[in-house]
């Protein structure tokens, strides 16, 4: 078996973490008397996933991310918000949505009894176990390693380093699975790990970073994984 060691995204590659944004931000216009329109959906997304690659590029710290998103996305519309307490809330009702990626449950189960296997992610502690939890796939994973524990975020080399370092197995053993070229693609370029491109859009890919392998359903990792 080429590939033993098998390290997931979480993001976008297992959660479905759009889906599961979009339930609580429902949720949450309940609260703070805000429809969330369609259009109004797009731009938390737009502004969300511009401050998540700023924080891959270290232009930004994570708590000033959490702490401004908000204030900042509400600013856009004319509201006035306590952009602290909005995100504390945004975070209660966000870690109960528990949406997976299709076949991202029978593909773990799957795999895990063949591999080890372990998450690798940016995202917020509390929600990535909860949501594992609530999803029954807390059980598929050997280990969590999340940038909030290591004290960097992918891309940086130094993420990868230390979870190598932990799981004590020769890197060429190990394959990053993510959907992000800049996070995990990027990362696992920078760290000599091969990759799998979680590409379900199948969008060009117009970066320098490059995938050993794309796929655009999980079930493909079956057949990548046997090898």
């Not at 998540?52 to 600013?75: A, G, Q």
């Not at 189960?109 to 909860?130: C, M, P, W």
Request: proline residues 3%; hydrophobic residues 40%.
């Amino acid at each position: 078996m080429k590939y033993p060691i098998l390290l997931f995204d979480l993001d976008n590659t297992i959660l479905d973490t759009k889906a599961n944004a979009e339930k609580a931000l429902h949720k949450l216009s309940k609260q703070i008397d805000f429809p969330f329109t369609d259009d109004q959906i797009a731009y938390w997304h737009e502004l969300n996933d511009d401050l998540w690659e700023k924080l891959e590029r270290k232009e930004i710290e994570r708590d000033d991310l959490l702490n401004t998103r908000f204030e900042l996305y509400f600013d856009h519309f004319g509201k006035k918000v306590d952009g602290i307490k909005v995100n504390a809330t945004y975070l209660e009702l966000f870690k109960l949505e528990n949406i997976l990626i299709p076949h991202a449950k029978s593909v773990l189960d799957t795999l895990h009894q063949s591999h080890r296997i372990f998450a690798v992610s940016n995202g917020t502690k509390e929600k990535q176990y909860s949501q594992l939890t609530r999803s029954n796939l807390l059980i598929d994973f050997d280990d969590l390693y999340l940038s909030e524990d290591l004290g960097y975020q992918k891309p940086d080399p130094n993420f990868f380093k230390a979870v190598i370092d932990k799981i004590g197995v020769d890197q060429q053993k190990m394959l990053v699975i993510g959907d992000s070229l800049t996070a995990d693609i990027s990362g696992a370029n920078a760290a000599h790990l091969d990759s799998v491109w979680f590409n379900p859009k199948e969008i060009t890919n117009e970066t320098t970073f490059k995938e050993t392998y794309e796929i655009k359903d999980l079930d493909q990792l079956i057949k990548i994984t046997n090898l």
